[in-house]
């Protein structure tokens, strides 16, 4: 076991799967000789060679579609898209190629790739570097969509999904890098190091795609959350006093519903956070299945926190960003109910 | 200050409409033989005469001539022209049996067969081509495929090898070297330089083919695999099918005109090819050529094929309402069928009474074929798939949410059964 950060924590699962499988490839923007913005893949294209770690032209279609042929060679491609935010020009490779080639094919091709990206908010990256989304992935069949929150997840998650025969939309949210924030951006950084969940073994292990992460047990109510928010929970929780279950979700899609069932049947209360825009994020459908699934234990209405209907601003990104002020204010009123 | 007449924005036509023939001045031909052969080793500046030039090697009296002349045996001269007569045969079975309404759509190849067929020839198994819906010469050139499995296909039947997911003739046949095809345009193209690339990552030697039409070079994708092959010089040939039409938009729609689809790889840094695509000889020429350079690591090379749409976009589409309906008897590039016929007449290897023969044959055999197909259904009588198939294949594993989804439709169905009268089930 070592302690690593979540970047350090995702490099070592590279690492690991570029040494294990000669099918893996990496590539991106900056993601050769430098290492990547975020540093993620620094180190590996010395390791393991141009032809397995390479730099890409600037054109996000052009990043999934080759490897969507190189896929369908044989090979295993990991690649990034630097910011979620620039995801948008490789829509139609992931909607409608990747997503749909297994079906489409009969199993004939298939696209066991993944494509890592850095989302959410919190460093001052304005609207083009901060946005989350989340929910324009988990309304396409076929993809599976996923985000850590700790270092050990990331790894194992990461390892899971350049494993898996589907392709992954692999979301890392890039205020967690460097440590557990916890929204309270007014206070001094806090380092992964402190944290048990920074503990990462240095092989191979996998966390599997499927399930959900009780962060913290609770009776009063159920805290639906995944990525930074997280933390923002589990900070409001403490702060609030209110005894909530905070799980998070780290597979979004396909998720893990009987875990959701479970606890929300036990609490009989349900708040959903996420830092994405409200209206149609993935709390909307978190609450239907909620709703479908415990009716007829819930309480109280299921409440969503969330960042506001706008895009992410850069001067207000505190008053935009749904943080343990915002959450414990909805757990206060679910208790009040 | 100066006085500037208005402004005016220039939406492109093409030289025909209906009840005006097309004038096909536009299109810049050069005698057959005229154009140069460059080494293999050629630099893609060297080249760039190769974009505006026309490689053809049949002149009007199909006869083989200038330096693109391949070397290619009369058996198998004689064996493309039989494909090209079977893929024609093919097309003209699947057109009258959707008008038949036993498949519900269709689209044919007329006019372009010698491009995909000759095409396939060049290449060497394990290669993969990464086609567009017009390219299914490159299966029917093939003896592996039987026609009745492409025809439940198009039936959407339960022999269906893509189990009733795809619209008619989006095959997919992975061991015929042939990626499956997306009704989304272009995708494929940039598809094809990845899979060129992961060739060149695993030190392999095949090499991979990509394929797309004049109207959708204008998608970003297009733009993009250029990019990308000419970056990491992937062993990939890009072939533009230039048929004058993206359904009723002509190429100048596109940005064809008063310029060369070829041409768009000269910016790229990649050698670029303009051929006449209904010369049989010239398509194969050229993409050997192309082929070796790719497997010699040389790198890409973009084709401009250019031919003519000669039938309707697809059974959906009706051309006399945009263009002249007798346009494809004045197109100056002629039949690619009869241009091989008359080379082979001209050889001494092949007759009227040969071509007549090889003809009957492929359509019987085109006919029994689909009469075997049918014994197996269609979409139109209600022999498709069962319901599971709908929720298989979207992800490797089903998860639960399909499982409880597939569930609801099966209870949907047994309902829908139940309610039905007597004697109706079927």
Redesign the interface.
Known sequence: MTTMTMIQALRSAMDVMLGRDDDV?IYGEDVGYFGGVFRCTEGLQAKYGR??VFD??I?E??IV??????A????RPVVEVQFADYFY?AS??IV??AAR??????????SPITIRMPCGGGIYGGQTHSQSPEALFTHV??L?TVMPSTPYDAKGLLIAAIE???PVIFLEPKRLYNGPFDGHHERPVVPWSAHPASEVPEGHYTVPL?SAAIVRPGRDVTVLAYGTMVFVSLAAAQETGVDAEVIDLRSIW?LD?PAIVNSVRKTGRCVIVHEATRTSGFGAELSALVQENCFYHLEAPIERVTGWDTPYPHALEWAYFPGPARVGDALRRVMEA | MAAYPPLRLHVPEPSGRPGHPSDFSYLHLSPAGAVRRPPLETTPAEANDLAFGLVRVLDDHGRAVGPWVPELTTEQLRRGLRAMLRTRAYDARMLIAQRQKKISFYMQCLGEEAIAIAHALALAPGDMCFPTYRQQGLLIARDDIPLVELMCQLMSNARDPLKGRQLPVMYSYKRAGFFSISGNLATQFIQAVGWAMASAIKGDTKIASGWIGDGSTAEADFHTALTFAHVYRAPVILNVVNNQYAISSFQAIAGGEATTFAARGIGCGIASLRVDGNDFLAVYAASAWAAERARRNLGPTLIEWVTYRAGAHSTSDDPTRYRPADDWTRFPLGDPVARLKQHLVALGVWSNEEHDATYKEVEAEVSAAFREAQTHGSILDGHIPPLATMFEDVYEHMPAHLKEQMRQAAEEQQRAAAAAPQGATS
């Not at chain 1, 579609?65 to 190189?70: E, F, L, Q, Y």
């Not at chain 1, 080639?101 to 298939?110: N, P």
């Open positions: 490839v032809h397995r890409a032209p054109s279609g052009g579609g080759a490897a969507i042929g190189m369908a060679y044989g090979l020009p139609d490779q409608s190629e080639l297994r079906y489409r094919s009969a199993g004939d091709f298939t069949c076929g599976r898996c025969d589907d499927d396909p519903l």
